[in-house]
């Protein structure tokens, strides 16, 4: 069985430019998860989607980031503008249910640099 | 917002020996999970852990849960190179919403 694919992996931009990342989950899992990592932290939950639908974003930075998952399968997380802090890795995970029973699946992340 | 806690930060040992790395927190878990993330890959799920008093085994790693349900543990027995990553903790509310430690960066040297 395949994993939850990202691209790309890593990224350098300049601040104030955009970024757009893309993950594809695990076939048939209805639960689409966006972490980011910065270093030396854990992984922190920015976007939760169920099929297409948002079920939590309460963490994500609105003003800059934006998330969307059309037809409830590849999503997509984009940052307009990119800051200094937003340097991390992206981490995009899939369950096949929502609950604490579901397990997560991670990607391998996309790692950004912003200079 | 439930603050987790894992000592230590860092832990560098020799292949062979013992280790242990814990997580905290000032509230109730609900569950539990520990995850293992090796350079440049997303954090892999080893256990979930649910009853306090729990206490589960993986080969040569042992994951406990306190009594009261607001302290974990993890203990590798005789690690090897292979057990090298960074060892988090994760707490799960009931609609699967997961909190994360800092971590513990475990190096284990041949």
């Known amino acids: 069985e395949a994993g939850v694919a990202q691209s790309p992996r890593y990224k350098i931009i300049e601040k104030r430019q955009s970024v757009a990342f893309w993950c594809n989950p695990i076939s048939g899992h209805a639960t689409l998860y966006w972490y980011q990592q910065i270093l030396g932290q854990g992984p922190k939950l920015l976007i939760q989607?169920?099929?297409?639908?948002?079920?939590?974003d309460s963490q994500l930075p609105k003003d800059r980031f934006s998330a969307e998952r059309l037809k409830g399968v590849d999503s997509t997380l984009k940052i307009q503008p990119a800051k200094l802090e937003d340097s991390a890795v992206y981490l995009c995970?899939?369950?096949?249910?929502?609950?604490?029973?579901?397990?997560?699946?991670f990607g391998p992340g996309t790692r950004l640099l912003v200079l | 917002t439930q603050l987790l806690e894992q000592s230590p930060q860092f832990l560098s040992i020799q292949e062979g020996e013992n280790l242990t790395v814990y997580c905290n927190s000032s509230s109730v878990f609900s569950s539990l999970q520990w995850y293992r993330q090796e350079p440049g890959e997303g954090p892999v799920l080893l256990v979930t852990?649910?009853?306090?008093?729990e206490v589960k085994k993986l080969k040569r790693l042992t994951f406990q849960f306190g009594d009261a349900r607001k302290d974990s543990s993890l203990h590798i027995t005789a690690a090897q190179p292979g057990d090298t990553g960074l060892y988090l903790c994760a707490s799960a509310d009931s609609w699967g919403k997961l909190q994360f430690g800092a971590g513990t960066q475990v190096v284990v040297t041949p």
């Open positions: 989607f169920q099929n297409n639908g948002v079920v939590d």
């Open positions: 995970a899939s369950s096949l249910k929502r609950g604490n029973t579901g397990t997560q699946y």
């Open positions: 852990v649910v009853t306090g008093g």
